[in-house]
């Protein structure tokens, strides 16, 4: 039983790396995302798979070591853009005036986020939604209500509830970060 769940696991796992690496990334394929691409799922493994690394350390050490600054600053833009700032096709986001620039210390990289609220009803089961919510945009082009920053591997751990965050700078409207917090504290569907 066990060890015919592991011979499955490599099984499968050879065959998508196997898929994958003949694909262009730009070749069209099924996803839970709106983005139907390859470059999508390649996206998603590398950093479901860089999480879930930070889980077995965590598991088996306690600690987690560093994250290779590029994946962890491609994976913050990711967790907030698709993670937390999805929007399902029955959903509207209304903005809010305010903004939050995420910098990330080591790689140079921003992140800009507008705040705003989320509602709609499911149509799947009829919940209805009113609730804080953020979108990833552009730079603005006007000076952020606060500013978040921290290396790239501390930013995108804490993000995914890893990881002490302790070297996180904050600094700005704490209003406005609360409103952040609340969105990225909550449970991701």
């Known amino acids: 039983a066990y060890a015919d769940a592991l011979t499955a696991f490599d099984e499968a796992s050879s065959g998508l790396v196997a898929a994958l690496r003949d694909a262009d990334p730009a070749d069209p394929a099924w996803t839970w995302s709106k983005e139907q691409t390859v470059g999508f799922i390649l996206r998603r493994q590398a950093h479901e798979a860089l999480i879930h690394r930070l889980d077995a350390e965590l598991a088996a050490i306690g600690k987690i070591t560093e994250l290779d600054p590029v994946l962890a600053s491609d994976g913050v833009e990711e967790v907030l853009d ?108």
Do not use: C, K
């Open 82 to 189: 698709v993670m937390f700032g999805g929007l399902p096709e029955w959903g509207e986001f209304s903005p809010l005036p305010h903004y939050i620039r995420v910098e990330l210390t080591d790689t140079g990289e921003d992140v800009w986020v507008q705040l705003g609220r989320f509602s709609g009803t499911d149509p799947s089961d009829g919940t209805h939604y009113d609730e804080d919510d953020i979108h990833v945009v552009a730079a603005p082009g006007v000076e952020p209500d606060a500013v978040i920053s921290a290396p790239a591997g501390v930013m995108d751990a804490r993000l995914w509830r890893r990881g002490d965050g302790d070297s996180i700078h904050l600094a700005g409207d704490l209003m406005i970060v609360d409103h952040f917090r609340r969105v990225i504290h909550q449970p991701i569907n």
